[in-house]
């Protein structure tokens, strides 16, 4: 991570200083590619991991109220819907 944020602000200052022949346009143009990329599955692992934890509070509900079968079934989906977007993701 120290990494990203070190890059991030040479980045910064390199755009300051345009006619630097130090820093390639190609790389930082496939550095910013590759943070966008990592900013957007960050941002999709976090929506995920909400919606799980709102999941398992329901869940949590159903357990207590008794409906255990209803309960389990909502488990079951919530385990494939995981499954289902890493899937997704690896075609």
Do not use: C, P
Request: hydrophobic content about 35%; aromatic content about 6%.
């Amino acid at each position: 991570m120290l990494d990203i944020i070190l890059y991030a602000l040479i980045w910064k200052l390199h755009g300051k200083s345009s006619n630097s022949a130090h820093f390639h346009s190609m790389y930082w143009n496939r550095f910013n590619e590759l943070d966008e990329r990592r900013r957007a599955l960050i941002h999709e692992r976090d929506e995920l991991n909400a919606t799980r934890n709102r999941e398992s509070q329901g869940i949590g509900t159903l357990m207590k109220a008794g409906k255990k079968d209803e309960a389990e079934s909502r488990r079951a989906a919530v385990r494939n819907s995981g499954t289902e977007s890493l899937r997704s993701k690896q075609s």
